[in-house]
């Protein structure tokens, strides 16, 4: 077999490679197949980085619940921080919307061990009240040694436009683009974008899945997430997607399921992580390998969802996409 190569699109192509003598696919247990899996480059003197490449153990490495935080510095290491490459992080998401919460629900992250079946609680997310679009903040949980109950810190938060077709996911910050600053926020470093989902428009009118684009900034050449601060409107991800200036963003979507006649429904292949059918249900791949599931989401209960992820995208951005999905979208369906 040849042994030429060609870029990764999901690892920032200019810094990461991939075999071709194998494919990457996932069958109905999620084993993956052996092959070439990209690295991180390492910095080998004076010529500069170079890419190396390593078999991809079978099947991915998974992350596990890890000791509770216990400080800001560690929520937002995990938070913000790209999942390791190789590695799976598997995640539930659950929903409480009782009471007054019937129609500004509260979800929680918890990150899972799905051979132990054990959880940890590390976000919260609440749907704003008396907001004219959807707005979601995030918050993280710290627990503090010398606290009893456990302390939230606001990470982010994700806001729609009014059709609910347009989400843009930001950090915890003050906007630049806004006059009239708040004076608990007026302190507070302008705020990241950390991505943004778009939802095709159904105009016709047939029914069937939905279709989102994700738009992200593409990694450093360490594997780093750079900050990504606009200060105007034609710097944002938006703006640079709209005007065709996407050479350094990395643009994601959503997999297209196959109709299966014997059900007469769109299906995924969620290798067992979701039981239930849902128009919320999505796995979110690069057009140029479609078997390397960035992260997939579904429902496993009435108000019970799985949620995994990996490299390159963060926790917090996994989490906020999730969101996205989760409202009615009258334009889309």
């Known amino acids: 077999m040849s042994d030429q190569v060609v870029m990764h699109p999901q690892l920032n192509p200019p810094n990461f490679e ?4 194998d494919s990457d696919s996932e069958g109905e247990n999620g084993v993956q197949n ?12 004076e010529d500069g980085p170079q890419t190396v490449r390593v078999a991809r153990p079978v099947p991915p490495i998974e992350y596990g619940p890890q000791p509770p935080l216990v400080s800001t510095k560690e929520l937002m290491n995990l938070a913000f921080r790209p999942a390791a490459l190789n ?3 598997a995640c539930r998401i659950c929903r409480y919307r009782d009471g007054l919460d019937k129609i500004y629900p509260q979800y929680q992250l918890l990150i ?9 609680h590390v976000m919260t997310a609440r749907k704003k009240r008396k907001s004219q679009t959807s707005y979601y903040t995030i918050s993280g949980v710290v627990h503090d040694s010398h606290e009893p109950a456990e302390r939230l810190v606001e990470l982010g938060k994700v806001r729609s436009n009014f059709l609910g077709t ?14 009239d600053i708040d004076a608990s926020k007026s302190e507070l470093p302008i705020r990241e974008e950390m991505g943004a989902v778009l939802y095709d428009p159904n105009i016709l ?11 992200m900034h593409t990694l450093t050449r360490d594997g780093k997430r750079p900050e990504f601060r606009p200060a105007s409107e034609s710097e944002t991800l ?9 050479r350094d963003l990395l643009v994601l979507h959503n997999k297209s399921p196959q109709w299966n006649e014997e059900t007469q429904s769109f299906v995924l292949n969620f290798s067992g992580r979701v039981t239930q059918a ?5 796995q979110i791949v690069h057009d140029n390998d479609l078997d390397y599931i960035v992260m997939q989401f579904g429902r496993v209960g009435p108000d019970h969802f799985t949620m995994d992820y990996k490299y390159p995208i963060c926790l917090f951005q996994a989490f906020a996409i999730a969101l996205t999905s989760f409202d009615a979208k009258l334009a889309c369906e």
């Open 238 to 246: 938006l703006s640079k997607y709209r005007e065709g200036g996407s």
């Open 34 to 45: 052996s092959n070439g899996a990209p690295v991180a480059p390492v910095d080998d003197g």
């Open 87 to 89: 590695t799976r992080v």
């Open 205 to 215: 009118g047939f029914k069937g899945p939905r279709k989102m684009t994700i738009l």
């Open 112 to 120: 899972e061990h799905i051979r132990t079946g054990e959880v940890q």
């Open 166 to 179: 347009t989400f843009v996911i930001y950090s915890h910050g003050r906007n630049p683009m806004k006059k």
């Open 278 to 282: 849902s128009v919320k249900n999505f």
């Open 18 to 21: 991939r075999s071709l003598s």
